[in-house]
């Protein structure tokens, strides 16, 4: 099983549309947790950070089930402009080396 | 602000060959990272240094050597370079750990090797 795992899509959806995005870990030790976006071709720009308590960034919203092992990105009103893949990142247990484990992405496509 | 800058962006390099990949950062962050990424692999880390003269093994070292002489420098070399290390490298860097260290990235450098 890997550390981190995305459905890595495509999702399909229409403008205006609500998506959401789940990824799995396995690591009941992670403490920090975060959403990154990769446009085609470019480097991954960190989107927002899971915080324990949940956080919203405008249309972007993201959760954390320590629970179940889980964090969720949810895009509301979704944007043409949101097309592209949302890779979630885990830190390596409880090491303090600052290493992320990354999922493979879920990629987006936001259709007119 | 620059960032992190990764040169060269595009390289072919012929099996055997050796190269080195150079990375800069100029947020004086401590923490410094080589990923590969592949189709259907995602990010792997290949190596990583917690700070100046320190570096260490991460998930995909086989094939890879790093030097961190300069805080602001991070080195990833290949001895004698093999089609499956065929890849796009991105280095990346951050500050010490704490609740939201995420990472900056370099844009890349795709290499081929044939």
């Known amino acids: 099983r890997k550390e981190v795992e995305q459905d890595p899509g495509p999702f399909n959806v229409p403008e205006g549309a609500t998506v959401a995005f789940n990824c799995t870990y396995s690591n009941s030790a992670s403490q920090s947790f975060f959403w990154y976006r990769q446009d085609c071709r470019k480097e991954p720009k960190l989107l927002m950070s899971v915080y324990s308590s949940g956080n919203e960034d405008g249309r972007f919203t993201a959760q954390l089930n320590r629970a179940s092992q889980y964090i969720s990105l949810l895009i509301r009103d979704s944007k043409l402009s949101d097309s592209a893949t949302y890779l979630c990142a885990v830190n390596h247990g409880s090491s303090n080396t600052g290493k992320l484990i990354f999922g493979q992405g879920t990629t987006l496509q936001v259709k007119p | 602000n620059a960032g992190v800058t990764q040169t060269p962006k595009f390289r072919v390099l012929k099996t055997g060959q050796s190269m080195t990949l150079l990375c800069a950062q100029d947020?004086?962050?401590?923490?410094m990272y080589w990923y590969r990424q592949d189709p259907g692999m995602g990010l792997r880390l290949i190596h990583y240094?917690?700070?100046?003269?320190?570096?260490a093994k991460g998930e995909v070292p086989d094939g890879y050597n790093v030097s961190r002489l300069k805080k602001q420098n991070f080195l990833l070399g290949l001895e004698s370079a093999a089609p499956s290390q065929t890849s796009v490298y991105f280095c990346a860097s951050s500050r010490r750990t704490g609740p939201n260290y995420g990472y900056t990235f370099g844009s890349g450098t795709r290499l081929t090797v044939v």
């Open positions: 240094s917690v700070g100046e003269g320190t570096t």
């Open positions: 947020m004086n962050h401590e923490y």
